[in-house]
């Protein structure tokens, strides 16, 4: 203040109120006396304006008594928006908000994020007019709207798919509160390029039985306009509910193949004697070396003197796909290190291995390479389609059986045999599985040339039988078909040459067999790529519809496995009051924006 000289506190919010306050407290005759001066300033301003409006030579009224309206000048929207876009609602506002939620969905973060204090401090450096609005707000509002656009986007993408295959199968976090049931599809467009979106990873409430998957399954199919029929095939599971589920929809179910090699793994290890033993015992040392810090750094330090890579011992877990033979590769890997700490640091106590043991461990590893190898081909999302499965059954017997001619012990030998032996009869159905023969032989890679009997007449069958199909609507939709078709009497003379000539009956042009003879007139190619392939073939239009509905049906649940590895991300301990609503939102959204990118 420029009288007492006291400082008046000033903010942007207030505006001259604290000023204004502080004169009429501290110096009623100054304010008094200011606003005299401004009334004469006012009454001096409008003697002025009446003086220039008398002497104008044309006497308008006054612009501030003038009211019309016009249209807004060029220019005036971008600045109403400039000017509310960092409103509740402005458009800067709904940007930041929806690229928070994107964020949180993809990169599965806590929808607590919104008010963690690095968080409120990060957006108020970058957008300091944003105000964040709450987490409840974003699992509310913002969560459920990015699942619609999702849900749209896929109804977008699947409109007018006529066949799509399904992996499925359940998956329960470890706290026990939560269980979802994976549901993605699989389909070639007209392009033939692989397509896939998870269509839900719906929370299941109530027992986990075939009724309760029904339902859920077909609210999944309805939400997104799809039809049961369209349905080629479902991959998924052994579990008796899964099996139940499949077969009850009268659609055909696949046994997801990467889990059935990992059921004869686990057949196989039982018939060796004390190896279950064994592998309890190398479990129990992983658990010790991980657990105990100083076990771990003498390990690492044992590592390092040994110019040995430094790579940690792996644990084996039921629910990963080759774990075991991970593990004990990992352990063979580390075999010197593992003996030298034995040796020296009996005080870690850690359990030990014997001679014997380390020659099973050798054993059981070159048996379980073969299967190990193919379990980490088939895991592509697009490059191992069900078509690969009795191919690769019978190039992994015909090298298992190839690795006996060479000079390997009498042991050996018998694990092979009897790996064989349960692989067999684990896989046995594959063989005889019409689906997967059909997908093989439409694959160029393959085509007649893995199988015991030839696939070929089946093949025609369903070409047949998609032609007359077509041919049939042709006629529907061009003319009406008779109500009653009389067939007219066949002449004695006629019967007799029909039983009696020697002379076959002229063939009628086939054309289903001219395309089936094109397809297999080449030999197959090993490294071809089977959609490049069947993209650049117009003139097989009918074996290349064969390959668009077989070629689409994935040979692994792997998926729905991936799915469930997002979800136990998301579900974590610190987050154990999480709607079960909420995880499912979240799982569904994650995966697709991995899938379509920016939605």
């Known amino acids: 203040c420029v009288v007492c000289t006291k400082i ?5 919010s207030a505006g001259t109120n604290s000023l204004k306050y502080h004169l009429s407290t501290a110096h009623p005759d100054d304010l008094k006396k200011l606003k005299d001066e401004e009334l004469v300033s006012k009454r001096r301003k409008m003697e002025e304006t009446e003086s220039e409006k008398l002497q104008s030579t044309i006497p308008f009224a006054t612009v501030s008594r003038t009211v019309c309206k016009v249209g807004k000048p060029h220019g005036t929207d971008d600045v109403d928006k400039h000017l509310t876009k960092w409103s509740e609602s402005g458009a800067r506002t709904k940007e930041i908000e929806d690229a928070i939620m994107k964020m949180i969905a993809v990169d599965a973060l806590p ?13 108020k450096t970058v957008a300091p007019k944003f105000v964040i609005k709450s987490r409840k707000y974003f699992s509310e509002t913002m969560l459920p709207k990015l699942e619609i656009r999702i849900k749209d986007r896929i109804k977008t993408e699947m409109n007018g798919v006529q066949h799509f295959a399904i992996t499925s199968d359940g998956w329960s976090s470890k706290d026990g509160k939560h269980h979802l049931l994976a549901i993605t599809a699989h389909w070639i467009d007209n392009s033939f390029s692989p397509k896939f979106v998870v269509l839900g990873s719906c929370a299941i ?9 029904i339902n859920m399954f077909n609210r999944s199919l309805e939400e997104f306009g799809l039809k049961r029929e369209s349905v080629t095939a479902i991959v998924r599971d052994g579990h008796r509910a899964m099996e139940a589920f499949t077969n009850r929809m009268n659609i055909i179910g696949i046994h997801c193949y990467s889990h059935n090699l990992q059921l004869v793994v686990r057949d196989f290890i039982e018939t060796i004697d004390n190896m279950k033993a064994i592998i309890e015992k190398l479990k129990k040392y992983v658990r010790k070396i991980s657990k105990s810090a100083l076990s771990r750094e003498i390990f690492v330090e044992i590592q390092k003197e040994q110019n040995m890579p430094s790579h940690m011992l792996k644990k084996e877990t039921e629910v990963r796909w080759s774990s075991m033979y991970l593990m004990l590769q990992s352990f063979v890997t580390n075999r010197r290190a593992i003996t030298i700490i034995q040796l020296d640091h009996p005080e870690l106590c850690l359990p030990e291995i014997y001679p014997e043991e380390w020659d099973k461990m050798m054993e059981l590893l070159e048996v379980l390479k073969t299967a190990a190898d193919t379990t980490k081909s088939i895991q592509s999302r697009f490059d191992a389609p069900l078509s690969v499965i009795i191919p690769s059954l019978r190039v992994m ?3 298992m059986e190839n690795s006996l ?9 018998n694990h092979v045999q009897k790996f064989i032996e349960i692989l067999q009869e684990r896989t046995e159905s594959y063989h005889s599985n019409n689906t997967l023969r059909t997908s093989t032989f439409c694959d160029p890679r393959f085509k007649d040339c893995y199988f015991t009997k030839s696939h070929r007449d089946h093949i025609l069958g369903l070409l047949r039988s998609n032609s007359e199909n077509i041919s049939i609507n042709n006629d529907v939709s061009n003319e009406e078909l008779p109500i009653e078709v009389v067939e007219k009497p066949i002449s004695l ?4 040459l029909m039983s009696n000539s020697t002379l076959e009956p002229p063939k009628e042009d086939d054309s289903c067999e001219e395309e089936l003879k094109e397809y297999l007139r080449t030999p197959p190619i090993p490294v071809s790529d089977p959609y490049d392939f069947w993209k650049s073939q117009p003139l097989l239009p009918q074996m290349r519809k064969l390959a668009q509905k077989y070629l689409s049906i994935p040979s692994t649940s792997s998926e729905s496995e991936r799915l469930f590895s997002l979800s136990g991300l998301i579900c974590t301990p610190r987050r154990s009051c999480m709607k079960p609503k909420t ?3 979240l799982t569904f959204c994650s995966a697709n924006m991995k899938v379509f990118g920016d939605i």
């Open 205 to 213: 409430k109530g027992k986990h039985s075939a009724d309760n998957f």
């Open 493 to 496: 003379f006629t019967q007799f």
């Open 8 to 12: 008046v506190t000033f903010s942007t």
């Open 111 to 123: 929808l607590m994020t919104v008010e963690k204090q690095g968080f409120v401090q990060l957006m």
């Open 405 to 413: 001619n060479d000079d390997t012990s009498e042991t050996k030998a």
């Open 397 to 399: 017997q015909y090298k």
């Open 583 to 585: 995880l499912d939102q």
